[in-house]
């Protein structure tokens, strides 16, 4: 008899073996954050964490692929587990676009070590900043099936904790949420991802149909930026090679400035990686008295555009130039519109100063599951607390309520996605 074939699930595996063009045309719609062409560069600039990835197969070529990575000691604390619990590093860093979290309950966190949550599987690209699953196939029970799979597999090989840090609200991945809830785990707010629909038929016909402040705002933003005396170019593929290192520089420059770390060398063996793969990347360049002052690394993949990374030499341009918005926001969705792109998906960082711009938010969570069953109750009301705090940072909470905890990254750049 017939019938729906099996979905097969294995975990702690490798990257399915897929080039760029195999990633175009199989795993068309993913973020490319989360193929194997961004994620083997990863694998070989973060030594520290281990691959332990989830594939689900069904039929002949049919692939889903949840990327995990299992880190032994305490890594970076965007990557930290206890960092989702309100736990502050000692080194004062800050989660991505974070806020201040509660003192007390950091010093909770703190005294149990780490040996409740260390070894650790972290889900998703660690440097693409998305917890979510690549697939070309679909079940409503597939996101079920895997981690339902995958977190009593990780327990059995010592894992203490799963953090699924960046679940994007996209149409979904709630299922993935669920899914952990259904294992013994929590989730709680991270914050938002910025994205914009191109809906007009030109760059003029869009910024005609924003509403005057925000109309006003993008020109105002180009005149600064000329008024700096900053030249903007764009350049694409083997041309953007003689510039990694610099792009690398600066983009850590400017997550040094919004409280993140990252390395350099992460940057230019991930990009390096994308040039010799082959895949459509751009970037646009701003020169003042004929040095590099500012860049953006942008990534196209089918109808849609990635700004990445962004970094900014803020001692050559100033504080306030309106260079980040005429880089970052406003020469992409201009080549986006003509080349008849349908979204430009900017991800987090700098969620207030995009939605002045007209972009639209999508909710991120983060989910977690400890093995430890007695810890599971307080570990859901530290996220609690989390997520608490980061509403209060991103403008959610009630007015009666608000405390001032700024968001760390600011206006003048982000920390995880576009600078």
């Known amino acids: 008899m017939g019938g729906a074939p099996r979905v097969v699930v294995s975990t702690g595996?490798?990257?399915?073996?897929?080039?760029?063009?195999?990633?175009?045309?199989?795993?068309?719609?993913?973020?490319?954050?989360?193929?194997?062409?961004?994620?083997?560069?990863?694998?070989?600039?973060?030594?520290?964490?281990?691959?332990?990835?989830?594939?689900?197969?069904?039929?002949?070529?049919?692939?889903?692929?949840?990327?995990?990575?299992?880190?032994?000691?305490?890594?970076?604390?965007?990557?930290?587990?206890?960092?989702?619990?309100?736990?502050?590093?000692?080194?004062g860093e800050e989660v991505c676009c974070g806020a201040r979290t509660d003192a007390c309950i950091s010093d909770e966190v703190d005294a149990l070590g780490t040996e409740p949550f260390f070894p650790a599987l972290l889900l998703g690209s660690p440097l693409g900043y998305r917890t979510e699953v690549a697939y070309n196939f679909w079940t409503p029970s597939l996101m079920a099936q895997m981690v339902s799979e995958l977190v009593p597999a990780a327990f059995e090989q010592g894992i203490k904790c799963v953090v699924a840090p960046w679940i994007s609200g996209r149409s979904?991945?709630?299922?993935?949420?669920?899914?952990?809830?259904?294992?013994?785990?929590?989730?709680?707010?991270?914050?938002?991802?910025?994205?914009?629909?191109?809906?007009?038929?030109?760059?003029?016909?869009?910024?005609?149909?924003?509403?005057?402040?925000?109309?006003?705002?993008?020109?105002?933003?180009?005149?600064?930026?000329?008024?700096?005396?900053?030249?903007?170019?764009?350049?694409?593929?083997?041309?953007?090679?003689?510039?990694?290192?610099?792009?690398?520089?600066?983009?850590?420059?400017?997550?040094?400035?919004?409280?993140?770390?990252?390395?350099?060398?992460?940057?230019?063996?991930?990009?390096?990686?994308?040039?010799?793969?082959?895949?459509?990347?751009?970037?646009?360049?701003?020169?003042?008295?004929?040095?590099?002052?500012?860049?953006?690394?942008?990534?196209r993949k089918h109808h849609r555009l990635f700004p990445k990374w962004a970094g900014f030499d803020y001692a050559a341009i100033g504080e306030r130039s309106g260079i980040y918005f005429a880089l970052v926001l406003d020469a992409p969705v201009r080549d986006a519109y003509a080349e008849g792109l349908r979204t430009v998906e900017f991800g987090a960082g700098a969620h207030q100063a995009k939605a002045l711009r007209g972009c639209e938010p999508r909710p991120v969570t983060t989910a977690m599951v400890v093995s430890d069953p007695e810890l599971r109750p307080q570990v859901a009301k530290w996220m609690d607390a989390f997520g608490a705090s980061r509403r209060v940072a991103f403008g959610d909470a009630p007015a009666a309520t608000r405390t001032p905890l700024p968001v760390v990254s600011g206006g003048s750049g982000a920390c995880c996605s576009d600078g």
């Open 172 to 299: 979904g991945n709630d299922a993935l949420v669920t899914a952990f809830q259904q294992v013994g785990g929590h989730s709680t707010f991270w914050g938002y991802e910025d994205y914009l629909r191109l809906d007009a038929d030109s760059w003029d016909g869009h910024l005609a149909a924003l509403p005057l402040k925000k109309r006003q705002r993008i020109k105002s933003d180009v005149r600064r930026a000329e008024a700096a005396g900053v030249h903007v170019d764009r350049v694409d593929g083997e041309a953007i090679r003689p510039y990694v290192t610099r792009i690398a520089e600066l983009t850590c420059l400017n997550r040094e400035k919004n409280g993140a770390g990252e390395e350099p060398a992460h940057i230019v063996d991930v990009l390096t990686a994308l040039l010799d793969a082959r895949a459509d990347v751009r970037a646009y360049l701003g020169t003042k008295d004929g040095a590099v002052v500012a860049t953006c690394v942008v990534i």
């Open 13 to 91: 595996r490798g990257l399915p073996d897929l080039d760029w063009e195999g990633e175009l045309a199989d795993l068309t719609d993913v973020f490319p954050y989360l193929g194997p062409t961004w994620l083997g560069a990863s694998e070989k600039a973060l030594t520290d964490l281990q691959p332990w990835h989830t594939i689900a197969t069904r039929a002949r070529g049919e692939l889903a692929l949840l990327p995990g990575y299992v880190m032994t000691v305490p890594p970076v604390v965007d990557h930290e587990p206890r960092t989702y619990l309100g736990w502050q590093a000692p080194t």
